[in-house]
């Protein structure tokens, strides 16, 4: 954590893919910031000269322990260590701490606040950066920047477990059943999707990418491997998930090869006017655009809705990701393609989750890698690489066999 003071105000724009918020930094006041924060801040030039003091605040914040509070007290708990996937790690914590009698408040960073709307037993939600002196308000420090993200080493415990031991909380003292939490949703957060739950076609998730590169396979083998699925079950309305931070090949590599995502082909007679262009339906795809007709390209309109239309499908296929983790606060059916991380060390509390992890094609795995770029120990290749070994030995038809199994 980090304190800034500007010597001059200054406006700045954070943004994630549920949202954002810009704020106005005021002159001379002392603000409170994670370390990726600042690490991107201080990449700007105008951030740079307007900045007076920066100081690194860990020492100013207690180690917090369950045994060193008492009921009533304020506890502002933040995970700034990653994606969705950690704040909803994060959510069995916070239920906990409540449980435990302590007023619990939550510091997110810019579009993490609405992974926590709706808990009845969370006191309040907070956006770092935050004011100095509006955090000292709260009695205890609940602060993790890096759970596990930052830890490569084989031996790291899942990271629920390791929260709970840092705060001390032995997790061999809770029960699986505690370190799971299901979301609460408003009526129209469950509704706005509802045409996909009365369909007469099964509906399923198709997580189409990770945040990070390293964990997923890259657009074309993405679209090949929907495509393959597709077609073995063709009951079956796959709705292929993006945001506007995936790459737009992603989506695009579904666009159907015939019609080029049009829906419509040139005829191949033409009449008597040689100069006149007739179309006709494309026959690849029905005119539906895509590479098979039971898929759909779908940006979701709202995150939490998008997770409310989770508990209904018949079963996500996913990267690691954050669809893993949705699907497993509400026991939906799940299969997962793992690569860098061992399943057995994110997903053991999740019962419908069923992983596809093939670490003997990699001696080093696993790696635990959460970087952008593969390390640098990854078996080299002729070429440049664009997919890890272990992600890369998941065949098709594994993948088809495992949908049949588990599927609702």
Not at 145 to 166: F, R, S, T, W, Y
Not at 327 to 342: D, Y
Not at 379 to 401: K, N, Q
Request: proline share 7%; with cysteine; net charge neutral.
């Amino acid at each position: 954590m980090n304190l800034i003071t500007f010597g001059e105000p200054i406006t700045v724009a954070f943004r994630k893919s549920a949202g954002g918020s810009t704020v106005t930094f005021e002159a001379g006041r002392e603000y409170l910031l994670a370390n990726s924060q600042i690490e991107r801040l201080l990449k700007d030039e105008n951030v740079q000269r307007k900045s007076y003091k920066i100081s690194k605040a860990d020492m100013r914040i207690p180690n917090f322990n369950v045994r060193a509070a008492k009921k009533g007290d304020r506890v502002l708990l933040y995970n700034g260590s990653g994606g969705y996937g950690d704040q909803i790690m994060t959510w069995p914590v916070a239920h906990l701490l409540a449980k435990f009698g302590f007023d619990v408040h939550i510091l997110t960073d810019p579009g993490n606040n609405v992974c926590w709307w709706n808990f009845p037993w969370i006191k309040s939600l907070q956006t770092i950066p935050i004011l100095w002196e509006h955090a000292k308000m709260f009695d205890h420090f609940c602060i993790f920047e890096a759970v596990i993200n930052m830890d490569e080493h084989q031996d790291q415990g899942h990271p629920l477990d390791v929260m709970l031991n840092k705060i001390g909380i032995d997790p061999q003292t809770v029960t699986p059943e505690e370190k799971l939490v299901r979301p609460v949703f408003t009526y129209s957060e469950t509704s706005a999707l509802q045409g996909f739950k009365v369909t007469e076609r099964k509906v399923a998730l198709y997580q189409l990418a990770s945040a990070n590169p390293v964990r997923c396979y890259p657009p074309s083998d993405s679209a090949f491997l929907i495509q393959k699925i597709a077609e073995a079950f063709p009951d079956t309305h796959w709705l292929c998930l993006y945001d506007e931070f995936v790459p737009k090949a992603y989506a695009e590599m579904l666009n159907c090869k015939e019609c080029k995502g049009t829906g419509m082909v040139p005829a191949a007679d033409k009449g008597a006017d040689e100069k006149a262009t007739k179309t006709i339906q494309c026959p690849a795809c029905g005119g539906t655009k895509y590479l098979a007709k039971n898929v759909e390209p779908f940006c979701a309109p709202n995150l939490r809705e998008l997770w409310a239309l989770t508990e209904h499908v018949s079963v996500v296929v996913s990267p690691d990701s954050m669809m893993v983790h949705v699907a497993g606060a509400f026991g939906t059916p799940c299969v997962g393609m793992w690569g860098p991380v061992s399943p057995e060390r994110r997903t053991c509390y999740y019962k419908g989750h069923n992983a596809i992890f093939h670490r003997e094609f990699c001696p080093h795995s696993p790696c635990f890698v959460y970087s952008a770029a593969f390390p640098k120990y990854c078996p080299p290749r002729p070429s440049a690489r664009t997919t890890c070994d272990v992600l890369a030995g998941i065949s098709p038809e594994e993948v088809i066999e495992m949908v049949k199994k588990v599927r609702r």
